[in-house]
């Protein structure tokens, strides 16, 4: 099966394509060029068709949608878009389409996205027309959930879906939480217990956090792990508290970072990207050295992977969406993308790793497809 | 009524590469509505769902800048889209 990279930016989307030998590497592109593109991201059920998260400076978001694998692309034809406002009530509008999720496998064509400002919306149709869950959207908690935000709002990201059940779902938002529904997202419960949020005047607070990316294992669906802001998780379900796994990272590095990213058929084996959150939080690699870590027992024990990448003054900056891994098993590989614009690959599962491409925009995303 | 609206260069993709399109309506919220009829999408990336003009977009009716979307077109009216385009 063939393999492509889908690299959004903030001035397009590129995509990466290896040879039939897995060794050089051939950029396509840019397409949507000034766009800001957010996240582009397969149909596993049906390859054929991609969706991208896109906007412009100045233009509103909107959603794309490719039924060719990403030769042509086709805009939504009802964008992301909070319902109107009653008077009085305070009225939002989607600033950014910032995460796609495909439904679950059960319900071809169903699509969820995460905004700025946080919001939750959904599509029966394979990405045309897209309406509000207002389970979460018109949630009674939802200004107080999503009350912090980052600098550029409230990002609702990292949505799951558990692939038992299409009506049992996660979301994440920054800054707000980790958050559950068993109701195919017509109500909403915070699951934060056990996770740090060092910012916060109460250490027990039942929200506020800042999960930057929540993955579920599809061959474990019971099992989550969660890269925070305040440290690296896991949750095995039906528990509802949180392990701090990064406990077992290196003390001189942390267990800070953006991504996490799962193995697609071992359950205990995850990749993280640590990177300085200490003072104002620099958020680049640790002493300019930069490294992945890998677990292959669900976050016991961490593994450094920086063969092959530079061995100092290397600022990078690897974003929540900007790593990914393929499913060429037994060697599955491992990618990031960074804020310099460059793609780093990881063969055999981070061992030996290998600068694709440089010279691109800042990368906002990296995501494999077949 | 009948007016002229001038597309700046973000937006022809949706007038298939055309600079000036006529449109019709009383109002600019109409013009708008008009626009997106013959060209699906555009109107959003202006105006957002509470139907607020967009912070980086500026409508002129006549070289006049249109606050709102129920300022009033006249036949023959002339409507600029304005992108501010800034930084980096």
């Not at chain 1, 796994?245 to 267990?255: L, S």
Request: aromatic share 8%; charged share 20%; net charge positive.
């Amino acid at each position: 099966m063939a393999t492509t990279l889908w690299i959004g930016t903030r001035k397009g989307a590129f995509a990466l394509r290896p040879d039939a030998r897995g060794r050089n590497w051939r950029l396509s592109g840019p397409q949507f060029l000034g766009h800001i593109i957010h996240h582009i991201v397969q149909d596993p059920r049906e390859p054929r068709v991609l969706l991208m998260a896109a906007k412009t400076g100045h233009l509103g978001p909107t959603v794309y949608r490719s039924s060719d694998r990403g030769r042509t692309w086709r805009e939504a034809a009802q964008p992301p878009a909070f319902r109107k406002a009653a008077e009085g009530e305070e009225a939002h509008g989607v600033e950014r389409v910032f995460w796609l999720t495909p439904g679950h496998p059960g319900e071809r064509g169903t699509w969820y996205v995460g905004t700025s400002p946080a919001g939750l919306f959904r599509s029966e149709d394979g990405g045309k027309r897209w309406d509000p869950v207002a389970g979460f959207n018109d949630h009674p908690m939802r200004a107080q959930w999503s009350a912090f935000g980052t600098p550029d709002g409230a990002f609702l990201h990292s949505i799951c879906v558990d692939p038992r059940d299409p009506r049992h779902l996660y979301m994440a938002i920054s800054v707000g939480g980790v958050f559950e529904s068993t109701d195919g997202g017509a109500d909403w419960a915070p699951l934060n217990e056990g996770c740090a949020a060092d910012f916060m005047p109460d250490p027990n607070a039942p929200f506020g956090h800042d999960p930057h990316c929540l993955a579920l294992h599809p061959l474990a669906p019971d099992r989550l792990y969660q890269q925070n802001h305040c440290g690296l998780y896991r949750l095995d379900r039906p528990g509802r508290r949180w392990v701090r796994i990064g406990e077992a990272m290196p003390k001189k590095i942390g267990d800070i970072g953006f991504p996490i990213v799962l193995h697609p058929s071992d359950p205990d084996t995850a990749w993280v990207l640590p990177m300085d959150g200490r003072t104002v939080w620099p958020r680049t690699s640790i002493g300019g050295k930069p490294a992945a870590y890998r677990t292959s027992d669900g976050g016991r024990s961490w593994r450094r992977l920086d063969k092959g990448l530079p061995e100092g003054q290397a600022w990078l900056t690897v974003l929540r969406q900007a790593m990914c891994s393929d499913d060429r098993e037994p060697r599955v590989g491992v990618y990031f993308g960074t804020t310099g614009g460059e793609v780093w690959a990881g063969a055999r599962g981070g061992e030996r790793w290998r600068c694709i491409a440089r010279h691109l925009p800042e990368i906002y995303s990296v995501t494999h497809a077949t | 009524m009948s007016c002229t609206v001038h597309i700046p260069s973000p937006l022809r993709s949706y007038t298939a590469g055309a600079g000036s399109v006529g449109a019709e309506g009383a109002t600019l919220g109409e013009v708008l509505t008009s626009l997106e009829q013959r060209f699906g999408g555009i109107r959003f990336r202006m105006i957002d769902e509470q139907d607020r003009i967009r912070p980086h977009i500026r409508l002129y009716v006549n070289l006049q800048e249109a606050p709102t979307l129920t300022q009033r077109v006249h036949d023959g009216d002339t409507i600029h889209i304005i992108c501010a385009l800034s930084g980096g």
